[in-house]
């Protein structure tokens, strides 16, 4: 049992294969001849890989930026990060997390098919740092590490991965100008919020994508040019701000620290070149196969993808977003050391992708202005709120990190909240949210059906 648990949770866990195997399946329901199928099924598979390697390269860019920002400012603190909180989680609440990852897919499935909400989550890492946060918590509650926990840990992550895709897609209809995929993230919630927040206070004729560039900067509309260039710069002011001893002694080898600091700017680029060829391999080939799905096994469902599938779309906003963000969750850290409650260190990855993804959706509704304030609000709840969700977390909140984006954290401490009432509290929460949502679906689906107008 053990051993194939593990295998479940290698696999799910890895979105390429997860993706590539439902990829087969889609071209297989539409009975495509076998060198299409194969073809199809391996062209996802790189496509993924080539998205996460690039993802990939932009985060190991970015880390030497979080060492040396912590360097220059001389800040200790608990810095989110999912990654690291899950692999400390893990240790103890392994076994729980893939049965309620198993769970957690079986109940967004049924829902896709069921109600109005068709979208099927296919972040892999994502589906498994939920089960973990979820894991912990009922297991923190009082709800062992039984039947029950899997049952209704599932219930909880099945229903919020298919509600959150659904608060963004009237934005992602603006984004990808169709109604072909959904986002698959974790920041969801952060997102809705920015597009929203752009809708009401942006000015949508002013795009970040239309800004006036001189002809003798032309060469600056090339993203990779402009991405480097800025990069470079903020890098260079940090290298100096830390200084050549650290970078040369601990991050660099030995490297001239300006050149060093240069080097890893263009990294940064390189990863975003890569991540933008994998957005095109995916979209090429994964909307295609999915109609199998969506016409056999769930009708009119879409895929929801990681949040680098938006980036091509608007890459100035991207930039600005992660720079607002990262700003903003700064101003949150010395805000935190006035007070004297614990720090939050801004993460540099999570302000830089769920940064960018805000700044995307506030601009597709609010422009220029809507990607600064949807950017900045969300950059207050991801700097703001692990000081609330580190008290539900029992033993993990003496980690030195937590949890990073707005799909665990407004969740999580709501659920945690009624952890502390006790289980039957917690499990009447979680069987109201299943219910809100079924509810929900009811209604909108009446609510269009009365808006057809019968033919005479």
């Known amino acids: 049992m053990k051993k194939i648990l593990e295998l479940f949770v290698s696999i799910a866990s890895q979105p390429a294969i997860l993706v590539a195997l439902i990829s087969m399946v889609g ?14 099924t391996i062209k996802t598979f790189a496509g993924f890989l080539v998205l996460t390697g690039g993802a990939t390269i932009l985060e190991t860019a970015l880390a030497p930026f979080a060492k040396m920002f912590q360097f ?15 692999a400390i989680a893990l240790v103890k609440y392994g076994t729980p997390t893939a049965l309620i990852m198993l769970t957690g897919m079986i109940v967004n499935i049924l829902l896709a098919r069921f109600t109005r909400f068709k979208y099927i989550f296919l972040t892999g890492q994502a589906m498994l740092y939920m089960s973990c946060l979820s894991a912990v918590i009922l297991i923190s509650a009082g709800m062992g590490d039984g039947w029950q926990t899997i049952l209704f840990g599932g219930i909880f992550e099945g229903t919020l991965l298919t509600i959150t895709p659904a608060l ?5 209809r603006k984004i990808t100008k169709s109604d072909q995929v959904a986002m698959g993230h974790t920041g969801n919630i952060g997102y809705a919020s920015a597009g929203l927040i752009g809708k009401l206070f942006g000015d949508k004729s002013k795009s970040t994508e239309d800004l006036n560039i001189p002809k003798s900067l032309g060469f600056l509309r090339d993203s990779t040019v402009s991405i480097a260039l800025l990069m470079s710069v903020v890098y260079v002011i ?11 002694s601990k991050l660099s080898g030995g490297t ?20 933008l060829q994998g957005v095109r391999m995916i979209l090429g080939e994964i909307v295609p196969a999915f109609q199998g799905i969506a016409k056999k096994l769930v009708p009119n469902s879409k ?10 779309y ?24 006035a007070l004297g409650t614990t720090v939050i260190i801004p993460g540099v990855v999570g302000h830089f992708f769920c940064g960018a993804a805000s700044g995307i959706y506030g601009n ?4 220029r202005r809507g990607a600064v304030l949807g950017a900045t609000f969300n950059s207050l709840l991801i700097s703001w709120l692990p000081l609330f969700i580190l008290p539900v977390l029992g033993t993990l909140k003496l980690a030195a990190s937590t949890f990073a984006d707005t799909d665990y954290l407004i969740p999580g401490i709501l659920v945690g909240k009624l952890g502390s009432y006790g289980a039957i509290t917690l499990v009447s929460g979680i069987l109201i949210f299943l219910l809100v949502v079924v509810l929900t679906s009811i209604v909108l689906n009446a609510k269009d059906r009365s808006k057809v107008v019968p033919a005479k």
């Open 27 to 40: 071209l297989l329901l539409q009975k495509k001849k076998a060198n299409e199928v194969v073809a199809g």
């Open 72 to 86: 220059a400012l001389h800040v200790q603190g608990v810095v989110p990060s999912n990654e690291a909180v899950v």
């Open 168 to 172: 963004c897609q009237p934005f992602m």
């Open 238 to 248: 940090l290298a100096i701000a830390t200084g050549p001893n650290y970078i040369e």
């Open 256 to 275: 001239n620290y300006i050149v060093y600091s240069i080097i890893q700017a263009g990294t940064f680029a390189a990863g975003f070149v890569v991540v």
């Open 303 to 312: 895929p929801a993808l990681d949040v680098p599938i938006i980036f091509p």
């Open 314 to 337: 608007a890459p100035n906003a991207v930039l600005i977003g992660f720079f607002v963000s990262f700003f903003v969750g700064t101003l949150s850290m010395f805000a935190m050391i």
């Open 364 to 367: 597709s509704t609010g422009g």
